[in-house]
Each structure stands twice: as structure tokens, then as C-alpha cells.
């Protein structure tokens, strides 16, 4: 396996030049976050980023992600266009080397939380998500700002995005998955670069939106939609992990060899639809950290693997999630595992 690690570019306030100073490190998980979401990836601009972060002494490893239009995910408009846009960026990022693309199929809401900032009893702060907060937030108020939101929608884009989802169902979601990964892992296939796909987070419907990839069963059906290794997953234990009948050592052993890219992270399920997100080690959540990795290890993993959220400790602020402490302590420990796990 590859260790990486995350970063949002030249605004990232966790530097390159730090990153490089985390033991075991050595893979870098980024984007290109200017390009409007439907516009192709020019080879330049990639050749850009890769050469920022190979000057950096690192690898350009995984592009985390090359986003969806919300016109594939709802099969309107001009979904066509933005397909054939998709697969253009897919070849110049194989022009550039890259072989593994992380992306979600997630309606308008990525990630979502709560709380971004909620204080721990030891004096950090993590990500929390409470199932009765989240119903009462409204997306049309305007004043709602999350980490994985696209920030360039206006409350009217946002009000005429909802009303077109409302006659969209799970089972018009998964057509439209399927219309584009038939277009997509084509392309990927003839280019060699592994797609994976992003569970949905959490993995229950928000804002009575679909969601799909949620589950093992629904994992299952995914990767039969089109039955190629290039039509793969990012395995993320946080994400799933939220559901304790997702278990997630099972599921990597059921999908290993279509597991490109491994995000770990542990979370502490407080309640129905109810978690706080905790720092890596095992004992600081309800996920078996240990399990998980061992669970890779035993199946050969051989693709790419990054800590995933990290609290905010010692007082760092930044970007919710994306600090450098914790995430750099969760790298350690996942190294440290992996190697014991090598030496036995
Ligand atoms: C959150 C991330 C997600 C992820 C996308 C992949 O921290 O795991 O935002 O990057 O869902 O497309």
C-alpha cells in the first residue's frame, strides 16, 4: 500500500512542505478546484499540480475528486456533454500518470455534519452529526455553510436543484449511475485509470434526497453495474462505518480487490443517525481500527491509503477535518499497524 495524504492546494494552510515531514508519507490526494464542476481538466493545469508536489520531494497519487455534474446524477440537461467533458479529464489525468480517480454519486450534499466544531471532553473539537439537528437545518436558508458543499450555489440554484430532485428516486439514481459508468469505465478501462467510487455520507437519505451507496448489499449492486476492476470503490470506514450494521472488515474482504483507495477513520456512534467523529486508534471509537487494517493486510492490499478526518488538537484551526496533528497521528498509527502486521 501507498500512505497519502490530503491537500486542498496552495490554500491549504497543511503545507507540502509539512505533509513531507510526516513519517511513512510519501502520497499526495489533491484536485483541481478552480475548473467549474462539468468543465474538462486541461492537461496543463494537471501537469501544474503534479509538478507542485513532485518539487515538494512527493507523489501526485490519487485526485480526489474529479466531481459529478449534477446533471449526470439527475439524467437531464446536458448530461451528454458533461459525460464526454468527464472522460476528456480522465485522459489527460492518464497522460499525467494518474492512475486512480475518487468521486461520489451523491445528490447536491456531500459530506454533512451538524456540527463542525464540537468541543470533546479532552479539549479538542471534532465533527459531530445529531440526527434531529440535521432535520431541522433548512439548505435554502442561505446561511448554512458545510465542508463538502459546492459553496458556488446561490439559494436560487439551490431551490431549483431540490425541486428537480424531488421526482427523483433510488431506483432513477441508480440508472443514471449505471448510464454513466457505462460511458466512464470504458474510457478508464482504455486509459488505466481506476475509478472509485465515495460512500455516501452518512449513508442514510438527508433532506429527503436519494442515496445509494450506503450499504453492502448496495455496494454489491454497484459493482455489478458494470462488472470491470476499473469500476472500483474508495472504501471509507468512517462513512459507512456510522451504520453499525455496516461491517466494515467483511465488506473489505468481500470487495478487496476492487478497493483502489482506503480512507480510515473512526467515528463514535452516539445514538440513531447519531455520531462524533474520533481520533483514529481503536479505543477512541466504535470502529475495530486494528480489524480494519488487518482485514487489508490479510487480502494484499496494494492500492492507495489515507487517514481520513482528524479532530482539531493543540489548538490548530483550519480547514474542519483537515487539520495537520491528528491526521498526521492517525498516518503514524495506521503505519505502525500495517508494519507489525508485516512483521508477524
Ligand atoms: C470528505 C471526503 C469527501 C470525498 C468525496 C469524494 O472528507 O471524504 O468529501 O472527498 O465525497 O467524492
Redo the contacts with the bound molecule.
Keep these: 500500500m501507498q500512505m497519502t495524504f490530503?491537500w486542498y492546494g496552495k490554500n491549504d494552510p497543511v503545507t507540502l512542505e509539512k505533509i513531507r515531514q510526516i513519517p511513512g508519507v510519501t502520497g499526495i490526494v489533491s484536485a483541481i478546484y478552480d475548473v467549474p464542476v462539468g468543465e474538462a481538466w486541461s492537461l496543463e493545469r494537471i501537469m501544474q499540480l503534479k509538478k507542485e508536489v513532485e518539487d515538494a520531494g512527493l507523489t501526485l497519487s490519487v485526485i480526489?475528486?474529479v466531481?459529478v455534474h449534477e446533471d449526470i446524477k439527475m439524467g437531464c440537461g446536458d448530461r451528454d456533454r458533461y459525460i464526454e467533458n468527464y472522460c476528456t479529464t480522465l485522459k489527460n489525468l492518464a497522460k499525467a500518470g494518474i492512475d486512480c480517480v475518487?468521486?461520489?454519486f451523491?445528490p447536491v450534499f456531500?459530506?454533512t455534519r451538524s456540527d463542525l466544531a464540537h468541543k470533546l471532553p479532552d479539549g479538542s473539537n471534532a465533527l459531530i452529526y445529531d440526527d434531529e439537528t440535521v432535520k431541522k437545518m433548512n439548505p435554502l436558508s442561505g446561511d448554512l455553510s458545510l465542508?463538502?458543499w459546492d459553496a458556488s450555489y446561490t439559494k436560487d440554484d439551490m431551490r431549483s436543484l431540490l425541486e428537480k430532485y424531488r421526482s427523483i428516486t433510488e431506483e432513477d439514481l441508480w440508472n443514471n449511475l449505471k448510464y454513466f459508468l457505462d460511458r466512464v469505465i470504458k474510457v478508464a478501462e482504455e486509459v488505466k485509470v481506476k475509478m472509485a467510487i465515495?460512500p455516501d455520507?452518512p449513508p442514510w437519505s438527508i433532506f429527503g434526497l436519494p442515496r445509494i451507496i450506503t450499504n453492502k448489499k448496495n455496494i454489491e449492486r454497484f459493482l455489478k453495474l458494470y462488472d470491470s476492476k476499473y469500476n472500483g470503490l474508495?472504501l471509507?470506514s468512517g462513512?459507512l462505518g456510522v451504520d453499525a450494521k455496516n461491517d466494515i472488515p467483511d465488506i473489505i474482504r468481500t470487495f478487496c480487490d476492487r478497493i483502489h483507495f482506503a480512507?480510515i477513520r473512526n467515528v463514535k456512534i452516539t445514538g440513531e443517525h447519531c455520531f462524533e467523529e474520533a481520533a483514529h486508534k481503536t479505543d477512541a471509537g466504535s470502529l475495530d481500527i486494528f480489524e480494519i487494517i488487518k482485514a487489508y493486510h490479510d487480502c494484499g492490499f496494494d492500492g492507495y491509503i489515507r487517514p481520513?478526518?482528524g479532530r482539531m488538537i493543540w489548538g490548530e484551526t483550519g480547514r474542519p477535518?483537515?487539520g495537520l496533528y491528528d491526521r498526521a497521528l492517525g498516518a503514524v498509527y495506521i503505519n505502525g499497524i500495517w508494519e507489525a502486521l508485516e512483521r508477524s
Excluded: A, K, V
Aim: charged fraction near 25%; hydrophobic fraction near 10%; charge should be negative.
Design positions: 490530503r480526489e475528486s466531481p475518487c468521486y461520489n451523491m456531500d459530506w465542508p463538502g465515495h455520507d474508495t471509507c462513512s480512507h481520513d478526518h477535518g483537515y
